[in-house]
């Protein structure tokens, strides 16, 4: 029931941008707080940046100034913005509802050198 589904990864070179949506269904994503993890091969996942059910934000200190993460409740979906990419930010990236404990199955993003 419960459905997390991103898209808009791709590959993009440094310094571009690239906005991640999630698209959220099976639940009452207005009363959830979300979250954007990421996962590089053969690291850890990490929380990139989270939002809670009434618009604060945070951001893990590697990604701050750069991706802003967002919400529309009327289209129960969750974006991330990605601007100024490194190569360092290639992953998969994962929509995440923390009030639901849900996860989407991650899309990839790749920046070239």
């Known amino acids: 029931q419960v459905r997390l589904v991103e898209s808009g990864g791709g590959l993009v070179q440094a310094g571009g941008s690239l906005r991640l949506s999630c698209a959220a269904t099976?639940?009452?994503?207005?009363?959830?707080?979300m979250a954007w993890y990421r996962q590089a091969p053969g690291k850890q996942r990490e929380l990139v940046a989270s939002?809670?059910?009434?618009?604060?934000?945070n951001y893990a200190d590697s990604v701050k100034g750069r991706f802003t993460i967002s919400r529309d409740n009327t289209k129960n979906t969750e974006y991330l913005q990605m601007s100024n990419l490194k190569p360092e930010d290639t992953a998969v990236y994962y929509c995440?509802?923390?009030?639901?404990?849900?996860w989407g199955r991650g899309t990839q993003v790749t920046v070239s050198s």
């Open positions: 995440h509802s923390q009030t639901y404990n849900s």
């Open positions: 939002i809670t059910a009434t618009g604060s934000t």
């Open positions: 099976g639940f009452i994503f207005r009363v959830s707080a």
